[in-house]
């Protein structure tokens, strides 16, 4: 009983850990099954037909294509806007500031029905033609104040000192922002980066509402759940999941060779 209460939060980590990945660990198994039917719900017999072909069913590259385009696109207007949105948040003092902020964040509480809803309202009344262009114009509003969030944070626990001391040895303005204050808030900015692109690739509501005759990647996963689930899809999925995990790991080695250098 002793070992249990010692080594308590590391065994509820642990489970939490594992019942997380259970979803991903029964994704990555059935993307080498082979069904005999429509769906891709029990197993079968093991293959590793979908992951030679993977864009063997229809339109699901074409698809998953358009979500990463949409998913790049609205993270960088995103991240743009949402650096100079924090910044002017943090270092100036103006009008309504509070209440600018307090909207920056409503996406965040709203439900994501009622903006959707809201958008295509917009759209329809100003007569813009639904597909890519309101799909990535509705990303970029929803992933703004996620990427505020992050970025304002890093700014907030900023030294002021550091950007002063840059200045009093004649480092421009230019120049103090480009190796001093952008260095620094770097990691929030990838932060919220990436917050956003995950966002903007997995979003199902805003898009289904705004898309048209567009079809993103998690429109056509929620289509084929009706029809027929293809193999290719856990494929897919697992191929991302990989990837994250390698970003993952890849910052962390980072992060640690940069603190045995300050050492």
Same mark, same amino acid.
């Given at each position: 009983?002793?070992?249990?209460?010692?080594?308590?939060?590391?065994?509820?980590?642990? %489970?939490?850990?594992?019942?997380?990945?259970?979803?991903?660990?029964?994704?990555?198994?059935?993307?080498? +099954?082979?069904?005999?039917?429509?769906?891709?719900?029990?197993?079968?017999?093991?293959?590793?037909? !979908?992951?030679?072909?993977? /864009?063997?069913?229809?339109?699901? /590259?074409?698809? $998953? #294509?358009?979500?990463?385009?949409?998913?790049?696109?609205?993270?960088?207007?995103?991240?743009?806007?949402?650096?100079? =949105?924090?910044?002017?948040?943090?270092?100036?003092? &103006?009008?309504?500031?509070?209440?600018?902020?307090?909207?920056?964040?409503?996406?965040?509480?709203?439900?994501? @029905?009622?903006? #959707?809803?809201?958008?295509?309202? $917009?759209?329809?009344?100003?007569? %813009?033609?639904?597909?890519?262009?309101?799909?990535?114009?509705?990303?970029?509003?929803? /992933?703004?104040?996620?990427?505020?969030? #992050?970025?304002?944070?890093? =700014?907030?626990?900023?030294?002021?000192?550091?950007?002063?001391?840059?200045?009093?040895?004649? !480092?421009?303005? %230019?120049?103090? &922002?480009?190796? %001093?204050?952008?260095?620094?808030?770097?990691?929030?900015? *990838?932060?919220?980066?990436?917050?956003?692109?995950?966002?903007?690739?997995?979003?199902?509501?805003?898009? +289904?509402?705004?898309?048209?005759?567009? =079809?993103? &990647?998690?429109?056509? =996963?929620?289509?084929?759940?009706?029809?027929?689930?293809?193999?290719?899809? +856990? @494929?897919?999925?697992?191929?991302?999941?990989? @990837? *994250?995990?390698?970003?993952?790991?890849?910052?962390?080695?980072?992060?640690?060779?940069?603190?045995?250098? *300050?050492?």
């Amino acid at each position: 009983m002793s070992w249990l209460r010692r080594n308590l939060v590391v065994i509820a980590g642990l %489970v939490t850990l594992a019942f997380l990945i259970l979803p991903n660990a029964v994704v990555l198994a059935f993307s080498f +099954n082979k069904p005999r039917g429509r769906f891709n719900y029990t197993w079968q017999e093991f293959s590793v037909d !979908a992951w030679r072909d993977p /864009c063997g069913a229809a339109d699901l /590259c074409g698809s $998953l #294509a358009l979500s990463l385009q949409i998913a790049g696109w609205a993270t960088l207007g995103a991240t743009v806007l949402g650096v100079m =949105v924090a910044f002017a948040l943090v270092r100036h003092r &103006f009008r309504a500031r509070s209440t600018v902020s307090a909207l920056i964040f409503l996406p965040m509480a709203m439900p994501e @029905v009622v903006m #959707a809803a809201s958008l295509l309202t $917009l759209f329809l009344n100003m007569g %813009v033609q639904l597909g890519f262009w309101t799909i990535l114009i509705a990303h970029i509003m929803f /992933c703004l104040s996620f990427v505020v969030t #992050a970025v304002k944070a890093r =700014v907030m626990s900023m030294d002021p000192r550091l950007e002063q001391a840059a200045q009093d040895l004649y !480092a421009g303005p %230019v120049q103090t &922002f480009l190796r %001093v204050t952008l260095p620094i808030a770097a990691p929030g900015i *990838a932060a919220g980066a990436l917050l956003a692109f995950a966002l903007s690739f997995d979003d199902f509501i805003i898009t +289904n509402f705004n898309a048209g005759s567009a =079809v993103t &990647f998690p429109m056509y =996963v929620w289509g084929s759940a009706q029809r027929g689930t293809p193999v290719q899809i +856990n @494929v897919i999925g697992t191929a991302m999941f990989a @990837v *994250a995990i390698l970003l993952v790991l890849a910052g962390m080695l980072l992060g640690n060779r940069r603190k045995k250098r *300050a050492r």
